[in-house]
């Protein structure tokens, strides 16, 4: 079984610029996750998504936003970049969300200049 | 607000050595508790999860002990290898609804051979 992929793996981007990361979740898995990790602040939950519906979201600015397909692949999307938004975003997939065992992507890794 | 800890934030251990990671949580309202790990620049593994109401779960060289009331949670690695070294973080969930996984900052475990 193929596990949760994340595109792209690496991205330098500018302040002020936006950028759209991707995640596809095992097959069968309904919930995806995203997770913001840092140094500083450690592993902080961004939003999760099930069945294309968002069903939590943690405390970060409306600059961060997501969306889920109906085959389960999520996006997310920082608009306006900040130095600080550069991170290493993960995302986590389940069966039914996360609750269950979660099945993390090897992330994205972000860099604001 | 719950606030997951983790002591030491790293260690350094000789080949074959048994060791115990700590893990606790100021609020003990926890639907369960999932132990990962993380290799640098890459995502988190699963290795176990306890239910609230389990004491412990196992999966070979690993234990890992729940005590809800005290809000302490253990990860026991029997007789280490230097591929064990990666960086061990431990999450909880709320006792309320579908809430996200709460994480601590992880303990970084250096086998040496």
């Known amino acids: 079984k193929a596990g949760v992929t994340q595109t792209p793996r690496y991205l330098i981007k500018t302040r002020g610029q936006q950028v759209t990361l991707s995640c596809s979740p095992i097959?069968?898995?309904?919930?995806v996750s995203w997770y913001q990790q840092t140094p500083g602040q450690g592993l902080q939950f961004l939003f999760e998504?099930?069945?294309?519906?968002?069903?939590n979201k943690g405390n970060f600015p409306g600059r961060f936003s997501g969306r889920q397909f109906s085959n389960s692949r999520s996006e997310m999307n920082v608009s306006t970049l900040e130095l600080g938004d550069s991170a290493l975003y993960l995302c986590?997939?389940?069966?039914?969300?996360?609750?269950?065992?979660?099945?993390f992507g090897p992330g994205t890794r972000l860099t604001v200049l | 607000k719950q606030e997951v800890t983790q002591i030491p934030a790293a260690l350094s251990v000789p080949e074959g050595e048994n060791l115990v990671l700590n893990c606790s949580f100021t609020?003990?309202?926890?639907?369960?508790l999932q132990w990962f790990r993380q290799d640098p620049g890459k995502g988190l593994t699963s290795l176990l999860l306890?239910?609230?109401?389990?004491r412990e779960q196992t999966s070979g060289r690993l234990n890992a002990s729940l005590d809800k009331s005290s809000g302490r949670s253990t990860l026991y690695i029997a007789a280490s290898q230097p591929g064990d070294s990666a960086t061990y973080l431990c999450?909880?969930?709320?006792?309320?609804?579908?809430?996200?996984?709460?994480f601590g900052k992880g303990t970084r475990l250096s086998v040496i051979a």
């Open positions: 986590a997939s389940s069966l039914v969300g996360v609750t269950d065992t979660q099945y």
């Open positions: 097959s069968g898995h309904r919930s």
């Open positions: 998504y099930f069945s294309e519906t968002q069903r």
């Open positions: 609020d003990s309202a926890i639907y369960n």
């Open positions: 306890i239910q609230s109401s389990q």
């Open positions: 999450a909880v969930n709320r006792n309320s609804g579908n809430t996200p996984l709460v």
